[in-house]
Structure formats: C-alpha cells, structure tokens
C-alpha cells in the first residue's frame, strides 16, 4: 500500500508546534554559544589552558594544540581562492603530484535465515592512487567467509551482524596497518579511515565490544606513529561537540545544547578551505577505555570542504609535533577538489568493495555448490533456493 500523502501532511501540521518549538530552543542555545564563542577565541593558548588548570584532561572535551588568539570564532583562514575548476585543479595537482593517498573500505553478506548455517562474507577493498603523470592507480579486495565458530552462535536464528561489523572494522584497520608497514618513513604518502579515532559508538555495546573497537583503532594510531605514516580519518557528517564542551568548561553557564554540534557552531564563519586551529581532543567516556599512549594522542579540527557543515578531521598528534600537519591538511584538500566535495579516494575505495545483490546470490550459488561437492548437509529455504535458481 502506498504512503497516503494527504495523511503525511495532516500529521505533520498537527506537529508543527513541537518541531517548531525545538528548532526555536536549539537556536537560542546556539546563539549563546557562538557569543561565547567570539570572546573566548581572543584568548591566547596560555589563557585556555591557565583556565582550564583545576579541571581534569579527561573532563575538559579538548584543549589547543596550535596557538589561538589571532583567528576570530577559531576559524582559520585558507586565504586561496580560485575563479574556476581548472584553477583548483592546478592547485591540487601542484600540491599532491607523486604523493600517495589510500584508503579502505568494506562491505559484508551477513548470516541469513534462509541457510541453515550461519556464515557470513566480509570483503574491504582499497584503492591507492599515485597522483602520477601516467594516472597509475592500484586497487584490489580481500574477503573473509565466517563461520559459526567465528559468528559465535549455535543456530542460523541469532543475532551476529554486529560479529560481521567486527570483522570488517578489523579488515579495514588490518589492511591501513599492512600499508604503513610497508611504507615506513616515505613522506609521500597518506592513508585515509573512513570514519571516527575516537570511537564513541562504541559506548553504547557491552564491554567485549567496545574493547575490539577500542583496541583495533589504538592499534591504528601507534602503527602511523611507529612508522611514520601519517593517517587522516575523515568524518564528513559529524555530530561531535568537543568545541562546544570546551566551552562549557571555559563558560560553566552555558546550557547543555545535544542536539547541537561543534560543525554547526563553526561553520557559519567558514569559507571552502578555511578550518580551525588544532585541538587536543579530551572528550569524557570512550577515551578512558585507550591505552595511556594513546587516550591523548588524538587531535581534531574542522575543514569547510563543500556546501554543507564543515567536515571534521582527526591525525594523531604526531603529524603536529613534527610539524607535518599543514602539507597533510593541504593533502586533504587536494583529494576534496578532486572528488568534487568528497575525497576521491575514499569514494572510489567504497565504490571497490560494494557487494551487490548479484554479488549476494553468486555467494549463495558457490557456497550449494560447495557443499553439494563436500557433502556438507547445508539447507537452503525454498525462497532462496528459487532465487539462487533464477539466475
């Protein structure tokens, strides 16, 4: 039956008032915290940290890495504009010529009811473009079948999907890691993580959980660390609020605003390149799950890289220490340009790893296959068997 839209709009008028009403609050929120926001960006380093002395660094969200005082509302300007796309593209090929840039991704099959056994695909694939004169490029995917020893389950009816999740997280990490390695001290090169260094999400599962999730990006930040590869993991919708917990920290009176985020509160004063200084992120919760030499070691900042909010960054502190942070930075925007408001890289490495439906039924095809071969007594429902059949 289809969605009676008459309905919709009936439902949504008889609304109005509560939507409107928490558009209005988070509005006001905002409008407090980016006046706090335009007197504490004149404070000097010094004077945030002077402030924040009788707070403990776990309790203070994050705290400056790079100097403060000279950008107003923490943005700092790009300062180069361009009048066309050929112009950027210029730019970007000055800048990122034989420079290396990676990025993994990964897809799954997960277990499905209609096979007796549970089993599950991962596959992550990666894509590395050399940013050459010839255009040359690798890509490639590795895969990974799960079964119920690895599922951890004892019939085809249990919830795994977050067992599968596990294993492509470790794939995706694994692989990064394998990079680095075999790249250890070239300064030419860069690897991008789709997605967060500091792993909040994973608050919301039992402990065995978040101490994979914990322990497999730790892993990722001492491997660029140890072999000197610098990592970018890039967060293109981000809800974080790490700025706006500073603030707090900074201005106790401030209200607590959850439905608003650190890219709302700074994107209004941005144009396409500009980001705020770099900070050290210290956000209560997930943290104190990391190992010391890392817990601290995470730093952040947002970049205006299309339209929309700006996007938030995260590097291991070390690219800063050692003053790489600028040229990296200048990576990132040179990938933006060439994706056209997304990392090229990134696109194209999600684009490698995608598991169709077609995908899905060959997988399911091979494995009656198999265990027709093996004599595995593997059941099939009648729903699938038909589909598997069909094509």
């Known amino acids: 039956m289809t969605l009676k839209l008459s309905q919709v709009m009936h439902t949504l008028q008889s609304k109005r008032?509560?939507?409107?009403?928490?558009?209005?609050?988070?509005?006001?929120?905002?409008?407090?915290?980016?006046?706090?926001?335009?007197?504490?960006?004149?404070l000097t380093s010094a004077e945030v940290l002077d402030q924040l002395r009788d707070i403990p660094p776990d309790q203070r969200s994050s705290e400056p890495l790079e100097s403060l005082g000279c950008d107003p509302n923490w943005v700092r300007s790009f300062g180069t504009h361009w009048d066309n796309r050929e112009q950027s593209l210029e730019w970007a090929r000055k800048h990122i010529t034989n420079?290396?840039?990676?990025?993994?991704?990964?897809?799954?099959i997960y277990p499905?009811?209609?096979?007796?056994?549970?089993?599950?695909?991962?596959?992550?694939?990666?894509?590395?473009?050399?940013?050459?004169?010839?255009?040359?490029?690798?890509?490639?995917?590795?895969?990974?079948?799960?079964?119920p020893q690895n599922l951890r389950v004892s019939n085809s009816g249990e919830p795994v999907d977050r067992r599968v999740n596990m294993r492509r997280f470790e794939m995706e990490i694994e692989r990064l890691i394998s990079y680095m390695k075999s790249h250890a001290g070239r300064v030419d090169c860069l690897t991008f993580f789709d997605g967060s260094l500091v792993v909040s999400f994973a608050d919301a599962f039992d402990q065995e959980t978040r101490k994979h999730y914990v322990h497999?990006?730790?892993?990722?930040?001492?491997?660029?660390?140890?072999?000197?590869?610098?990592?970018?993991?890039?967060?293109?919708?981000?809800?974080?609020?790490?700025?706006?917990?500073?603030?707090?920290?900074?201005?106790?009176?401030?209200?607590?605003?959850?439905?608003?985020?650190?890219?709302?509160l700074v994107g209004k004063?941005?144009?396409?390149?500009?980001?705020?200084?770099?900070?050290?992120?210290?956000?209560?919760?997930?943290?104190?799950?990391?190992?010391?030499?890392?817990?601290?070691?995470?730093?952040?900042?947002?970049?205006?890289?299309?339209?929309?909010?700006?996007?938030?960054?995260?590097?291991?502190?070390?690219?800063?220490?050692?003053?790489?942070?600028?040229?990296?930075?200048d990576w990132v925007r040179c990938e933006i340009i060439i994706g056209q408001g997304y990392p090229y890289v990134i696109e194209t490495a999600d684009q490698t790893a995608v598991l169709t439906t077609e995908d899905r039924q060959t997988f399911y095809r091979l494995l009656q296959e198999w265990a027709t071969q093996t004599d595995l007594k593997l059941h099939f429902s009648r729903k699938l068997a038909s589909k598997i059949r069909r094509r």
Not at 237 to 247: E, I, K, V
């Open 99 to 108: 420079v290396a840039t990676i990025a993994v991704d990964g897809s799954q």
């Open 17 to 42: 008032d509560d939507l409107a009403n928490f558009g209005d609050r988070a509005k006001e929120s905002l409008n407090l915290y980016r006046t706090a926001l335009q007197t504490t960006s004149t």
């Open 216 to 264: 497999w990006v730790s892993e990722l930040v001492q491997a660029s660390k140890a072999y000197q590869v610098p990592v970018v993991a890039y967060i293109d919708t981000s809800y974080a609020g790490d700025l706006m917990g500073l603030l707090r920290c900074l201005k106790p009176t401030l209200p607590d605003a959850p439905s608003l985020s650190d890219a709302t």
């Open 269 to 329: 004063y941005m144009q396409w390149g500009d980001r705020t200084p770099l900070f050290r992120c210290r956000r209560p919760g997930i943290l104190a799950d990391y190992p010391t030499s890392v817990a601290n070691q995470i730093a952040f900042t947002y970049l205006k890289a299309h339209n929309a909010a700006p996007v938030r960054l995260e590097l291991p502190v070390w690219i800063y220490e050692t003053n790489r942070h600028e040229q990296i930075l």
């Open 112 to 147: 499905s009811k209609d096979v007796s056994i549970p089993v599950a695909l991962v596959q992550v694939g990666w894509y590395e473009n050399f940013h050459t004169d010839d255009g040359r490029y690798e890509k490639d995917v590795d895969f990974d079948i799960l079964t």
